[in-house]
């Protein structure tokens, strides 16, 4: 790896880190005289936990949002420097996003930033696991385990696809996945998983 090709992977790091950090969940309920989204249900400020407010439409626009920030992440620093700058974007804004600065490293769990990334990046990879969200989620009706599915299956389809880079981020991003749903394999296994809609008692 030449300087250049080291310092544009730094960059792509801090970048891509700094727009992931964006807590938009957060933003938008607080903007919308919900209070702190950290205080009900899951105490996520993911789009699963701004939709147990009753306000679809800022679930709609959190989803959209965080699935946006990863995927420009991705998208600019392929453009200015190589795709594996994109890569490395993708990657960082989902630490952004899980692990942001500003909420002392308290973040989201990172589905809808790991969506955005696959799709700016590998967009057939990004369809096939967003359909396998989608038919987990109609069938069963529970977003952390249809998320853990299709986050496990998305290194399979991007290696099956011949995109080794692309797998090899699938594989850092499921892990993280799968680490950060920890209390949710925890509920699933012990039937006490809430459903996708369900309201905080």
Avoid at 126 to 151: D, E, H
């Amino acid at each position: 790896m030449t300087g250049w090709e080291l310092i544009s992977i730094i960059i792509a790091v801090i970048g891509g880190y700094l727009l992931g950090s964006i807590p938009f969940g957060l933003v938008l309920t607080r903007m919308a005289g919900l209070g702190d989204i950290r205080e009900i249900g899951s105490k996520n400020i993911g789009a699963t936990n701004v939709l147990r407010t009753g306000r679809k439409d800022l679930a709609a626009a959190t989803l959209i949002l965080d699935a946006a920030k990863a995927g420009i992440a991705a998208l600019i620093f392929a453009a200015l420097f190589n795709p594996t700058a994109g890569l490395v974007a993708g990657g960082a804004a989902f630490l952004g996003h899980c692990f942001p600065v500003w909420l002392k490293f308290k973040g989201g769990k990172g589905v809808a930033t790991f969506y955005g990334t696959l799709f700016a990046v590998a967009w057939p990879v990004g369809i096939l696991a967003a359909l396998t969200w989608i038919g987990m989620a109609l069938l069963l009706r529970i977003s952390s385990l249809s998320a853990l599915v299709a986050a496990a299956l998305a290194p399979l389809i991007a290696y099956l696809f011949d995109m080794p880079g692309v797998a090899l981020l699938c594989l850092f991003l499921a892990a993280l996945i799968f680490w950060r749903h920890r209390a949710n394999i925890q509920r699933l296994m012990s039937g006490e998983e809430p459903r996708i809609g369900a309201k905080p008692a």
